[in-house]
């Protein structure tokens, strides 16, 4: 009886290891077609680092200067 218990665990454990797909399937379903899952990786990447980059600029501090100079006459 116990013999019979723990070769049904051990095949329960060894049952849960094992990939519930198949070969040709993505084991993580998504909503596109696998060959263009670098395309969304890369444009995701690009996205990312435009909006860090506008980010940054956007929070530099912009110098405005405070008087206007006054033209100068040379004298002749």
């Not at 009886?1 to 990939?19: D, F, V």
């Not at 996205?47 to 006054?70: F, R, Y």
């Amino acid at each position: 009886m116990r013999t019979g218990l723990i070769i049904a665990s051990l095949l329960g454990l060894l049952a849960g290891c094992t990939s519930l797909a198949l070969p040709t399937q993505s084991p993580v379903p998504t909503p596109y077609p696998p060959e263009y899952l670098p395309t969304v990786i890369a444009l995701t990447a690009d996205a990312a680092a435009s909006s860090a980059a506008e980010t940054s600029i956007a929070s530099m501090p912009v110098l405005v200067p405070s008087d206007t100079p006054e033209p100068t006459v040379s004298p002749t």
